[in-house]
């Protein structure tokens, strides 16, 4: 039987890897639709991608605001996970060179005092 972990769910949070999903699905939506749209209206060709990427990209910045702010929050809060991990072991590390650094100095100290 696997072991399943239980995870804090608040109401009306979204998870950060759910908010980028949501968000690039919607990009993604967005650029096909306008991508059509300028299809039928004639666009071929090269013409078609640029006007595409331009438009659902200046478009996603007014339709998909929201989305688009909780994706970032849930970056950023990611990536501050990492960093605080990564401030650990480094403070871990420095420690544990500070402690041995210690014991070297009194076994050196201890040879001296012999001499």
Not at 40 to 68: E, N, Q, Y
Not at 74 to 84: A, V
Request: aromatic share 6%.
């Amino acid at each position: 039987m696997p072991i399943q972990f239980q995870t804090r769910r608040y109401p009306g949070t979204v998870t950060s890897g759910r908010a980028l999903l949501v968000y690039s699905g919607l990009r993604l939506v967005l650029l096909l639709a306008v991508g059509g749209l300028l299809y039928l209206t004639g666009a071929r060709g090269l013409l078609l991608i640029i006007l595409a990427f331009l438009l659902s990209g200046a478009l996603s910045l007014v339709w998909l605001d929201k989305p688009r702010g909780q994706a970032s929050a849930g970056f950023g809060r990611l990536m501050g996970r990492m960093n605080d991990k990564i401030d650990a072991a480094a403070t871990k590390e420095d420690d544990a060179d500070t402690s041995a650094d210690d014991e070297t100095g009194s076994e050196a100290e201890t040879s001296e005092q012999k001499s």
